[in-house]
């Protein structure tokens, strides 16, 4: 098969997984009361509609608080899991790997309802926003574990070992000879937890808070009684934030190192 073909081949996926977030887009800017598509004509006033909607805003502020929190933690337990997993594990290797995996294999479904149990028995229920954080972190923390530890994989021991004969203590030898040679992982396991949180919707309808909704709750609510392009234009500015903060990580931050 010639070079061609697999540009056209990567060409056509490409389109055929963009398709639909170009549609909304072009949605969005829909100058009808109804949305549809194409748009029957091109306007901005749903985006107008958006920006003076305080419920919607309301939860773009949640979505981004929550994902912001969890992606914290994520980032602390997976990369201390991530260490201790490459460095430490040894024969407990596979039970710590199937472990950190396991919310990726059950359904998010089932993890919703068993933390919504959980919480109720320990008498924490979901009035306050930490079953919802508790659940966001369960589910991106394999993200960040994944990431760290395949960065770890080509760490070097005797760099550590080097830091060490020269007086450096654990933490010292961690912050300035593991960490930024393991930076791309860590900041990578974090990006996929912040953007995966800040879209989750299971987790946080199962175990909200009453009064508390985040963006795809909000939308999903919306969408049950209205047809209106302002769903469309809350779409667009949520792939816009999801954008934006990929493209600020990878500029201020340094994750281009992952290219290749």
């Known amino acids: 098969?010639?070079?061609?073909?697999?540009?056209?081949?990567?060409?056509?996926?490409?389109?055929?997984?963009?398709?639909?977030?170009?549609?909304?887009v072009g949605a969005s800017f829909n100058a009808g009361a109804f949305l549809t598509f194409p748009?029957?004509?091109?306007?901005?006033k749903w985006y107008n509609v958006f920006f003076h909607n305080e419920v919607f805003l309301r939860a773009i502020k949640t979505s981004l608080w929550v994902a912001a929190v969890s992606t914290v933690i994520s980032g602390v337990i997976g990369t201390m899991a991530a260490i201790y997993f490459v460095q430490f594990a040894g024969r407990l290797k596979e039970a710590v790997r199937i472990t950190m995996m396991a919310p990726l294999l059950l359904p998010e479904v089932l993890t919703a309802i068993a933390l919504l149990f959980f919480v109720y028995t320990i008498g924490i229920?979901?009035?306050?926003?930490?079953?919802?954080?508790?659940?966001?972190?369960?589910?991106?923390?394999?993200?960040?574990?994944?990431?760290?530890?395949?960065?770890?994989?080509?760490?070097?021991?005797?760099?550590?070992?080097a830091a060490r004969s020269l007086g450096a203590g654990a933490f010292?030898?961690?912050?300035?000879?593991?960490?930024?040679?393991?930076?791309?992982?860590?900041?990578?396991?974090?990006?996929?937890?912040?953007?995966?949180?800040?879209?989750?919707?299971?987790?946080?309808?199962?175990?909200?808070?009453?009064?508390?909704?985040t963006l795809p709750i909000q939308l999903y609510d919306y969408l049950r009684t209205n047809f209106t392009p302002e769903a469309a234009a809350v779409s667009t500015i949520s792939v816009v934030l999801t954008l934006v903060v990929v493209v600020v990580t990878e500029k201020f931050l340094g994750l281009r190192i992952h290219r290749f």
């Open 125 to 161: 229920g979901t009035q306050t926003m930490f079953a919802m954080i508790v659940g966001h972190v369960l589910i991106t923390l394999p993200f960040v574990f994944i990431n760290v530890s395949t960065s770890l994989e080509s760490y070097d021991t005797a760099w550590s070992m």
């Open 39 to 44: 748009p029957q004509g091109l306007s901005l």
């Open 172 to 213: 010292t030898r961690f912050r300035r000879v593991m960490l930024p040679l393991i930076k791309p992982g860590v900041i990578g396991g974090c990006l996929f937890a912040f953007i995966i949180s800040f879209d989750i919707f299971t987790i946080s309808f199962m175990l909200k808070s009453v009064g508390t909704a």
């Open 1 to 24: 098969m010639s070079k061609r073909f697999f540009t056209v081949y990567c060409l056509f996926i490409y389109v055929f997984l963009l398709a639909p977030i170009l549609v909304v």
